[in-house]
């Protein structure tokens, strides 16, 4: 995290991410994956005082058999 003035702040990551899926079809038919693949991610914080802050936040999944996942979120942290 690094602060932008009193009150904002911008923030990155980048680690591993693990997962498992499974899908089975009413036909009976079923598939499973997993694996692990890198993620990333970067957004920024308004802060409410001390303790309270408003968080906008991007994530990028590396998933090897799709694509690429996305996600975009907002969010309210308190930090003790």
Do not use: C
């Not at 995290?1 to 009150?7: C, E, S």
């Amino acid at each position: 995290t690094i602060p932008v003035g009193r009150r904002f702040e911008i923030f990155g990551k980048f680690g591993v991410i693990k997962w498992n899926t499974k899908v089975t079809l009413t036909s009976g038919i079923s598939d499973s994956d997993s694996g692990s693949d890198t993620m990333w991610g970067a957004g920024v914080a308004l802060r409410f005082g001390g303790h309270l802050a408003a968080r906008l936040e991007y994530q990028n999944y590396e998933v090897s058999s799709l694509d690429t996942v996305e996600q975009t979120s907002v969010g309210l942290e308190f930090r003790f």
